[in-house]
């Protein structure tokens, strides 16, 4: 089994940045993508960036072009960059890891508000 923690969340102006953490462990040899995804009050769960293995990354058109997703594989940690921040980006981010099995493992969550 695979355990993500998510750092990093808060609360930040709009325009600023921020950057979030999730740090893996356990079956770590398991895991193929990563990414990150959001949950905003009222809405679904969405798609934030993914980034594979071998450092493919993909990303919503919302983001496209204020966020960065990276991954250090010696740490077992993805990182999310956040800049020009949008109080529409106001969610919860779950950091999610694939692997194997049917369905990814989920971190806890981190509470990002943008305030206007």
């Known amino acids: 089994q695979v355990q993500l923690v998510e750092s990093g969340g808060g609360l930040v102006q709009a325009g600023g940045s921020l950057r979030l953490s999730c740090a893996a462990s356990g079956s770590l040899f398991s895991i193929n993508t990563m990414g990150w995804f959001r949950q905003a009050p009222g809405k679904q769960r969405e798609l934030v960036a993914t980034i594979t293995s071998g450092g493919r990354t993909n990303y919503a058109d919302s983001v496209k072009g204020r966020v960065t997703i990276s991954r250090d594989n010696a740490k077992n940690t993805v990182y999310l960059q956040m800049n020009s921040l949008k109080p529409e980006d106001t969610a919860v981010y779950y950091c999610?890891?694939?692997?194997?099995?049917?369905?990814?493992?989920w971190g806890q969550g981190t509470q990002v508000t943008v305030s206007s």
């Open positions: 999610a890891a694939f692997t194997i099995s049917p369905l990814p493992a």
